[in-house]
């Protein structure tokens, strides 16, 4: 349901070009993001809070909670599921599944945005009740596999680790997922974990008939005490921030579904009670990803000009 060449080639040349460039000095950069840092111990009652379940359009299906998003792809080969959230998020994923008609044990691939408590701390318990395979992005299989531990700027912080969960396949950049006839390609986001994965499907918007495409944002967000400048390690996170950033600005489709880690990113609950006035699909917002992305990207840039006076650079 994905169209095989997707733009991969074209697009994939010119981010893999820019990814050498990943050597330049790094630092920090205001976002959306409270300033205290929630945990894993302490998630925010948004985090935990049910909401409904609902079809996003075609066979992509939002069922996570009121602040962590999670993403349900049903396919006759059984289902892909996107991120798996908090430990004690599971009963709430697999009630969201079961409300809308589908098998949790039909779960056959987890994937999730970045490997960060809050979307992945779930996998572990996931994996277990259903068997689906884990795919992660490379750079983050790590963290995951270490459960948070070798995280590079929450490694040493106790209450953000989680159980760990034995990646199956490690993916690369613009590299597809595919099962039962539907196909998510993987691309590679990085700066808020090394491996923050974007992911992306085509879709059938039945309303209008419409080709869209899913666009699942990982985090464009710079966390409180993230260093742009001198940061040991993760050296060349400004530079992977900026990579990310070009991979956002360069999704060419004319018709994006919105989506992202959290459903804040896209107004999740505004365009959710609109879902059935009889208008056209409120995700589809090209005009709002693309606002976002641009909003996001001015508070990186002056956060890291900010850094980089504080220290010289």
């Not at 970045?114 to 983050?140: F, N, R």
């Not at 040493?156 to 613009?174: C, F, H, I, M």
């Not at 005490?225 to 390690?233: D, M, S």
């Not at 850094?307 to 650079?313: F, M, P």
Request: some cysteine; overall charge neutral.
């Amino acid at each position: 349901m994905f169209r095989r060449q997707f733009i991969v080639a074209g697009l994939a040349s010119s981010l893999l070009a820019s990814a050498k460039l990943h050597a330049v000095a790094p630092g920090q950069a205001s976002s959306d993001a409270p300033q205290v840092q929630p945990t894993n111990t302490s998630p925010p009652p948004d985090w935990v809070n049910p909401f409904p379940p609902h079809r996003v359009m075609d066979n992509l299906y939002y069922v996570g909670s009121e602040g962590l998003a999670s993403y349900l792809v049903t396919t006759s080969d059984g289902n892909i599921l996107i991120n798996s959230s908090l430990e004690q998020s599971v009963p709430l994923i697999q009630a969201s599944i079961e409300k809308l008609g589908f098998k949790f044990s039909d779960t056959k691939i987890l994937l999730i945005s970045h490997a960060h408590w809050d979307h992945c701390a779930g996998s572990a318990k996931i994996i277990q009740m259903t068997g689906a395979k884990y795919k992660v992005m490379t750079e983050d299989v790590p963290v995951v596999e270490s459960g948070g531990k070798k995280d590079f700027h929450y490694g040493n912080e106790q209450s953000t680790w989680y159980p760990p969960a034995k990646v199956d396949r490690s993916l690369l950049g613009a590299e597809a997922v595919r099962l039962g006839g539907s196909t998510l390609v993987a691309w590679k986001t990085p700066g808020h974990t090394k491996g923050c994965t974007t992911w992306a499907m085509q879709m059938t918007d039945e309303k209008s008939g419409k080709i869209c495409h899913a666009a699942i944002v990982g985090s464009p967000n710079v966390n409180p005490g993230y260093k742009l400048v001198n940061n040991p390690e993760y050296p060349t996170i400004a530079s992977a921030y900026r990579h990310a950033f070009m991979v956002w600005k360069q999704f060419p489709w004319e018709n994006i579904v919105f989506l992202g880690a959290h459903g804040s990113y896209y107004d999740m609950k505004t365009k959710y009670a609109k879902l059935n006035d009889g208008g056209e699909n409120p995700f589809i917002d090209t005009a709002g990803y693309k606002a976002y992305i641009a909003e996001r990207e001015a508070a990186f840039e002056e956060e890291l000009k900010k850094q980089q006076a504080a220290t010289g650079k």
